[in-house]
């Protein structure tokens, strides 16, 4: 089991940018595929996009593909999810999520964190 952080959520405006971060423990980071999800308010957890052991490979829902970004750095543990070009439709609590190993297709998580508010105003 991993055990995860969110951060830097915020109140942005449409067009502007965040940078998500998810802190994980443990030794075995690299032993993780890790994924974004959001929940906006009244609708259904959704898949974001997610990252392979190493990095070289990712995968984005095409809401957001070519918007966000998703990186790792296993040297320090963290997993990040760049958003740009924000839209309103973008508010959402924003997850971070974990698995050993697996397919980056795969949208089924064991650990999970708390979540990060994202606010867009129009």
């Known amino acids: 089991q991993v055990q995860l952080v969110e951060s830097g959520g915020g109140l942005v405006q449409a067009g502007g940018s965040l940078r998500l971060s998810c802190a994980a423990s443990g030794r075995t980071f690299s032993s993780y595929t890790m994924g974004w999800f959001r929940q906006a308010p009244g609708k259904e957890r959704e898949f974001v996009a997610a990252?392979?052991?190493?990095?070289?490979?990712?995968n984005y829902a095409d809401s957001v593909k070519g918007w966000f970004t998703i990186s790792r750095d296993n040297a320090e543990n963290t997993a990040s999810l760049q958003l740009n070009s924000l839209k309103p439709e973008d508010t959402a609590v924003y997850y971070c999520a974990a698995r050993l190993g697996g397919s980056i297709y795969y949208t089924r998580y064991s650990d999970w964190g708390q979540g990060t508010q994202v606010t867009v105003s129009s």
């Open positions: 990252i392979s052991l190493s990095g070289g490979n990712t």
